[in-house]
């Protein structure tokens, strides 16, 4: 675990997902994507789905944090919400899991930190996206070994921005004693060592870079004058 820790300190995960209805959808694609942001200097891959974890740990040699977005009906909770998507990623080899660990119901009833134990049990680094401070905080409680702002701005609760929640990096880097990861509508390389000073571990960085049709949208609003606005989660 201390070599995975010092080996993103102070440097950038690059999230590669194509969710099934982009161009770029697919694991062999995705294991591109990734090898490209390895060739670029990414420390870690973030990825979405049990294959393509596999086929990125292959191609890349990185630690990959691994995720699996997963709709279940009457629950706001989509990335590794049960214990199905945990072992899921655990078979896949995914060396750190991130899962959402805001506050709110999960399907069936299974609790964040079932999660965690399961995660911790076959060796596997916890990850919690977090939007708020007092869902850090209760993250760190029930033994995450990190947390990430990967959902501030995306809870009906959390202040909506239209860049990286600087403030909640801040608090909880202060508050807590497990490394606080930067995540969620990083745009440009100037914020990258804002959030460092601030106290992230890493910086998480997604759409802005590994999603084409979304970096294309950025310019074209450009082009027709600003309108329009670009989703980067």
């Known amino acids: 675990m201390a070599t995975l820790w010092e080996q993103v300190r102070g440097g950038l995960i690059v999230s590669c997902q194509a969710l099934p209805e982009e161009p770029l959808h697919g694991a062999d694609i995705m294991a591109r994507m990734a090898l490209a942001a390895k060739q670029g200097g990414a420390a870690a891959i973030r990825a979405n789905g049990a294959a393509d974890v596999r086929s990125i740990k292959e191609a890349t040699g990185l630690p990959v944090i691994g995720i699996v977005k997963r709709d279940y009906p009457g629950s706001p909770v989509y990335i590794t919400p049960t214990l199905r998507e945990v072992e899921e990623l655990l078979d896949a080899g995914a ?22 134990r399961r995660m911790h049990g076959s060796g596997a680094l916890a990850m919690a996206d977090v939007s708020t401070l007092e869902e850090a905080i209760e993250a760190q409680r ?38 606080v990861f930067a ?13 460092l000073a601030r106290g992230a571990h890493a910086v998480v960085v997604g759409s802005a870079i590994t999603r084409p049709q979304l970096i294309t949208e950025r310019f074209a609003a450009a082009a027709a004058g600003g309108k329009g606005a670009i989703r980067w989660i």
Do not use: H, K, N, W
């Open 95 to 116: 060396d750190m899991i991130a899962f959402d660990a805001t506050l709110r119901a999960r399907p069936g009833g299974c609790s964040a930190a079932e999660l965690v």
């Open 142 to 179: 029930i033994g995450a070994d990190c947390v990430s702002t990967t959902l501030s701005g995306y809870t009906p609760y959390s202040v909506s921005r239209t860049g990286p929640d600087y403030a909640l990096v801040e608090r909880a880097a202060q508050r807590l004693d497990v490394p």
């Open 183 to 195: 995540e969620g509508r990083v745009t440009e390389p100037s914020q990258i060592p804002a959030l």
